[in-house]
């Protein structure tokens, strides 16, 4: 079975500072990729995903992620993060075959940016 | 779209009562899953749906949880009795088919925030 880890589970920062928030996952096969983002008292959306193709996706609000196979890795970046961003981020990982499977969620990283 | 429609949004009980936590998936979505999320343990899947058949239900914590899905426009979740470790935040999502844009992308409700005292 895929999991999924994320190290950091509080960042802070300032406003305009760049932000890298990592993710790596356990999976021996092909797999998709997720982040997905929870503001403050609102429910997860997709920020970006990775099916195949460019290994570097580009998201919206100006997220980019990066995908690393021979690191496992996902990581999500922004050059400059606004107080805006302050919100919970969740890393996903799906094996890639035929058919559904399962999604599993990493455990999050809140990121609070002070003005 | 309306997207996901969860209700009631917040729901206070007492222990031992009967909870029902109802979700309506975005028209078209033939994957239906139900998510809890709490500070200890994050966000847990529950159950999951394709066509309205429970596919995996390995995350249903105990008997006293149980979920249906009568028809594509309508899923359930009930815990019966309610105990005060069952407080959390219950995301139902939906997603369309695979292959297809948008495939495996889940769509999240807003949630119902459930307090048993």
């Known amino acids: 079975a895929q999991s999924v880890s994320q190290h950091n589970h509080h960042v802070i920062l300032s406003e305009a500072a760049s932000l890298e928030l990592g993710c790596n996952y356990s999976y021996g096969g092909t797999v998709n990729l997720f982040w997905y983002v929870q503001y403050p008292g609102q429910h997860l959306q997709l920020l970006l995903k990775y099916f195949s193709g460019d290994p570097l996706v580009k998201g919206i609000k100006g997220f980019e992620a990066e995908f690393i196979k021979s690191k496992f890795s996902f990581n999500l970046r922004k050059p400059s993060v606004q107080w805006s961003d302050t919100a919970e981020y969740f890393c996903?990982?799906?094996?890639?075959?035929?058919?559904?499977?399962?999604?599993?969620f990493g455990t999050g990283t809140k990121l609070q940016v002070i003005p | 779209d309306a997207g996901v429609i969860q209700s009631p949004r917040h729901e206070v009980t007492e222990m031992g009562q009967e909870v029902t936590l109802r979700c309506k998936p975005i028209s078209g979505h033939d994957y239906l899953f139900w998510y809890r999320q709490t500070m200890m343990r994050g966000l847990e899947l529950l159950i999951y749906?394709?066509?309205?058949?429970?596919?995996?239900d390995s995350g249903m914590p105990e008997d006293r949880f149980s979920a249906k899905m009568p028809n594509a426009s309508f899923s359930t979740l009930k815990i019966q009795p309610s105990e005060p470790r069952d407080s959390a935040v219950y995301f139902c999502?939906?997603?369309?088919?695979?292959?297809?844009?948008?495939?495996?992308?889940?769509?999240f409700g807003p949630g119902t925030r459930l307090t048993v005292l």
């Open positions: 749906f394709n066509n309205n058949v429970p596919i995996d």
């Open positions: 996903a990982v799906s094996p890639y075959s035929g058919g559904y499977q399962k999604v599993t």
């Open positions: 999502a939906s997603s369309p088919s695979f292959p297809g844009q948008g495939a495996r992308t889940q769509y």
